[in-house]
């Protein structure tokens, strides 16, 4: 398929789309549009897959996020075991990495102390550890979601960690940080590192054009999140892969290029780094 747009992050498969997701689906294959499904633990990571396995123009990423469903490690024999039998959807291990938001937000509150901090930070490193392994394993790249919140710095473990498994691994070791909203610097060590950004569609209302400016078009993505964070002039609706073009727009307005070119740049970004 030739795709206009790619939205690398999604989450069709919400409750909320349940009876629109297909038509949404062909919708976008209609306009050429492509998406990547985003698991965040086991159920949804199997709901990304059979999502996938019905639309050409959609893909699937498998992982555990690092706050959401506390409950479950990283299942490696269940991922396993969907990686193999979909080996031409699935193109993405995560949405994994580090949230500092919520534990250090419930440090702040006193809804947890010291101890339980350092806990839930080594409880989220092992569960992202496992999963870089696993990608590389797999020779798969990562998605992945970094949050840090005041000095809680989820960037810097984050980049440590990845740091460790380069030196290992080497060029095996991929990753996208996902709906990327830091400032220009931390998007440097990103790029340095030979990894990648996607924006979301926060980019079309916040000011990030010194952060898009710092990261070369060669390095970036776009994504919307769906359902969340909607661009301009969609704000305060559910955002769907339909919206991309907002943020292929922009990127083109802050790097003062030709909208046709950025846009041809960025399908070749998600074919090579993705190999859809
Ligand atoms: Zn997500």
């Not at 709906?179 to 340095?192: L, R």
Request: with cysteine; glycine share 6%.
């Amino acid at each position: 398929m030739n795709y206009n747009y790619f939205d690398i992050h999604s989450h069709l498969t919400e409750s909320r789309f349940e009876g629109a997701r297909d038509e949404i689906a062909k919708e976008m294959a209609t306009q050429g549009i492509g998406t990547i499904s985003i698991g965040v633990d086991t159920k949804e990571s199997q709901a990304a897959v059979d999502f996938a396995n019905k639309h050409e123009n959609v893909f699937a990423s498998i992982g555990q996020h690092p706050v959401d469903n506390k409950e479950e490690l990283f299942d490696e024999d269940f991922y396993q075991r969907l990686l193999d039998q979909n080996k031409n959807e699935i193109v993405c291990i995560g949405e994994c990495g580090l949230d500092y938001y919520w534990p250090k937000k419930e440090l702040l509150d006193g809804e947890r102390d010291a101890e339980s901090f350092a806990t839930e930070k080594g409880r989220q490193r092992d569960l992202f550890v496992r999963q870089i392994d696993f990608a590389v394993k797999n020779s798969l790249p990562l998605m992945l979601h970094v949050r840090s919140y005041e000095d809680a710095d989820a960037h810097k473990d984050a980049f440590d960690i990845l740091d460790e498994k380069q030196k290992e691994h080497g060029g095996l070791v991929r990753a996208n940080f996902h709906f990327f909203t830091e400032g220009p610097e931390i998007a440097k060590e990103i790029v340095k590192r030979g990894f990648t950004v996607s924006f979301p569609g926060v980019i079309t209302f916040a000011d990030l054009d010194k952060t898009i400016q710092a990261v070369p078009l060669e390095s970036m993505f776009t994504e919307t999140d769906s359902p969340y964070a909607a661009p301009k002039p969609f704000r305060g609706k559910d955002a769907t892969p339909l919206m991309i073009r907002e943020m292929v727009q922009k990127i083109a307005n802050v790097k003062e290029r030709n909208k046709q070119e950025v846009q041809v740049a960025l399908v070749k970004n998600v074919e090579d780094f993705f190999n859809i």
